[in-house]
């Protein structure tokens, strides 16, 4: 069993964009600037801005951070996001989801230019994901397909069921995969709350995909030996043992699942690393696009 090291390649990642940025500074370009919107106090939401905005920092980016109370209106976070869609000095952008329930979150992702979706929540940048054009592709399915691709994990002709199919995870990952090219090229089942019989499912997969925020769902008879697991899940489980007050679970039964694996992401130190990684990646893509 080979535990896919998220932490690693997401390092080497970031030092290999932090090269490229010495390189664009060296040649007179300008380096890449990434901003995010923070709306509202929640601990999750904060703590996930605030490494990706100190990861910019590592790989030598500029970056912003604006912040506004739970009490903004549509209308003033709309002005905002046109005010960075004009910014000439910002590469790309996002807005930390979720946002207040008084907010269209369908409104405020409409509004971002889609040439500094660096989400790649837009519309137009999924649509173009799913007709296998260059763009923006979400940052936790891209990490998914890179820490794949990095250690060399077949991904043709395998089947592989991704299970949960939010916007931002399951559903695009499910259409990655199934894409030509390398990784991809594999068949693809979908699953999510109403499906029947998801053991049956799993205990067939090659890859399992595990995107659905259920702690410790999958159990070590629901996969077949030699399978691959991708664990998505982040929860946040009290624990008064650690400093934080809780731990984060995945929603894979590690100890469990890992000895029957052929690779496996440990959470922490799996895919959450490299979700942040692929947005620097992608803002980089951004601000080179702009100078092109
Ligand atoms: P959502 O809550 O948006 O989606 C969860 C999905 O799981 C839904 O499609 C839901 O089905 C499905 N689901 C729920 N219960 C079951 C069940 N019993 N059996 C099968 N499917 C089920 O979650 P996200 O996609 O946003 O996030 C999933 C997890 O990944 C969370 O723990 C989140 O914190 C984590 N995450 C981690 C990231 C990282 O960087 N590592 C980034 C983003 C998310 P239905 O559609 O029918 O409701």
Redesign the pocket.
Known sequence: MIVLDGKKTSNDLKLEIAQEVDRMKVAGSKVPHLAAILVGEDG?SLTYVGSKVRSCEQVGFESTLLKFPDTISEEELLDQVHALNTNDSIDGYIVQLPLPKHIDENKILMAIDPEKDVDGFHPYNFGKMALEMDTFIP??PF?IMEILERYQVKTKGKHVVV????????RPMSILLSRKGNPGNATVTL?????AN?AELTQQADIVIM????PH?LKADMVKAGAVIID????RVPNADSPKGYQIV??VDFNEVAPKSSYITP?PG???P???AMLLKNTLLACKRRQN
């Open positions: 999750a940052a936790t990490g299970v949960g199919r939010s916007h931002i995870v399951g699953a999510h709350s109403h499906t998801l995107a659905l925020g259920i769902f998505v899940g982040i929860t995945g929603d959470v799996g895919v959450g490299m979700t942040i």
